[in-house]
């Protein structure tokens, strides 16, 4: 029985500035490790190559942007006589709209379950639902990176060492659904860090955990082990982290190259009205410089939409970051996702529509702008095309590149002898300005349609 694990990405994706940082769907990967060898299994990844279903049982990874999208295909597969097993954090918070569009759904984390779910399938006698749990350290076993080999990936050496997230910000999903923080054993970790090295040499690591420094004790091993591997990286860290002068050197000292950190907003009341309580008093500016010291490029992830913004914040906003050194500026969006604890309370208030992720867009901006930056919710005080303006605004304006800015995104590369890092972090810049203005290009030329027809 042939078996096809399947990355979907949503539409535009190219448009999306996650694009610029394309890599392997690792979870998919952890789950072949576990696939018993009676199931011959394959890969398609929508990043590297177009969807196509070459297998009798595809399994789907699903997030909510692209629900509907995975549904049709499921669908279609189904009616086609192929079995179509749906999993991911999107079944996980939403288990019963999705068995409707599957042979079986499996919920949670998977790999201790998967074993038995393959049985199932193999002795015709699959469930139309499996609950996983959170893997113990114990059961985290090595990812075999051979999976995802002849894929061309920017950032191909992904990898994570912990799962979970001590914080509870309020838009977040993975931290109310994903179980306890839990840290990968130093042991299990190192060999994937051996095989990454193998496979692409020289390639620098890119964490992708939710909070890969929550445990200072486990942060310290494990920077210890990036030391002694003499392995470059790049992670995301929370803003108490950027903050932390101790740390800070510890990750220079370790190899670090740059990090991601979440701002969401400058503005305090903003954080705290998303629970986000770790950005508080923090000073932020000073972190970054003091990172850019030390060699570590910083990349600032920030939210249009929250509460408290308006035109007069939004404009402060800009005039503020315009003097933080980062090296990239990364603007979405606030979504509000099924499973976030704003979900709900919103639907309630009618601020949100009920699984709007199944129906056609509400705004016409929406088709043809990416999914970090479409609109579903009511804003008091903005429009949703004004929404989108701002963020590809402040995309255009801190983004720029400026010769200042190339200068010292290459400064702070020569600091750490990590020129080619730099060079990549400016080819990204590059190109999500050039989108950017392109976006806004074409939602003034959209909007100014909708406006005449109106
Ligand atoms: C790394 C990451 C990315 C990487 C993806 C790397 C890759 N190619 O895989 C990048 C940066 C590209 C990315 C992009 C996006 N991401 Co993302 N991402 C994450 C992050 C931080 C870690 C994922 C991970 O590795 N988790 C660890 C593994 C072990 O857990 P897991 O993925 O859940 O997998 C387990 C189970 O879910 C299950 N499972 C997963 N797939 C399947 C499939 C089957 C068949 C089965 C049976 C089981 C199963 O088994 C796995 C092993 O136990 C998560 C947060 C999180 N902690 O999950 C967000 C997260 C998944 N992303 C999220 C979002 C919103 C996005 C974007 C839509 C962002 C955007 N552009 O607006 C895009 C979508 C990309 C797309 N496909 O179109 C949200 C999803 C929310 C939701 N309800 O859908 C999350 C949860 C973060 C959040 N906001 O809370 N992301
Ligand atoms: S710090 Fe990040 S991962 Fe943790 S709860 Fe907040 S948004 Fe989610």
Redesign the pocket.
Known sequence: MKMV?V????EL?DF?S?AS?S??????G??NGVTPKTLQTSLVDE?TEALRFDGDVI???L????AAKVYRHADDLRAAGKKV??????V??CPEEAMRHADAV?T????TI?PA?CADLLAGKLQPRYD?SP?PPERMAPVDYRFFSGRKYLTPA?L?AT?GCNHRCTF???SHF?GPYRTKPLPVLEAEIDQLQELYPGAFLQF?D?NLLASRGYATELLALLRRKQRRFITMVTLDQLCDAGLLRELAASGCLGVAVGLESVDEDNCLSVGKRQNVGQPFPEAVRQANDLGIQVCALLMVGLPHDTPGRLARTLEYLSRVPCSLFDF?IM?I???SSLYQPMVARGEVAEAWWLAPEPVASNHFLP??LRVHFRHPHFRPEELQRWALRLTCELDRLSAGAVAHALRVGRRAEAAKFATILLAARNRTVKQARKLLAQLERGTDFELAAA
Not at 7 to 10: A, G, L, S
Not at 85 to 90: F, K, T
Request: glycine share 10%; with cysteine; aromatic share 10%.
């Open positions: 694990f990355n979907v990405m949503h994706h999306d996650t940082i890599q392997p769907p690792v979870p998919l952890v789950l990043q399994a789907f990874s997030a909510t942007q692209y097993i749906l999993g991911g954090i999107h996980t918070v499996v949670g984390e998977a790999e998967w779910v996983g893997t992904s994570f799962r977040c999903v993975s994903m992708t939710d979405r979504r996702y099924p499973g999914g970090h």
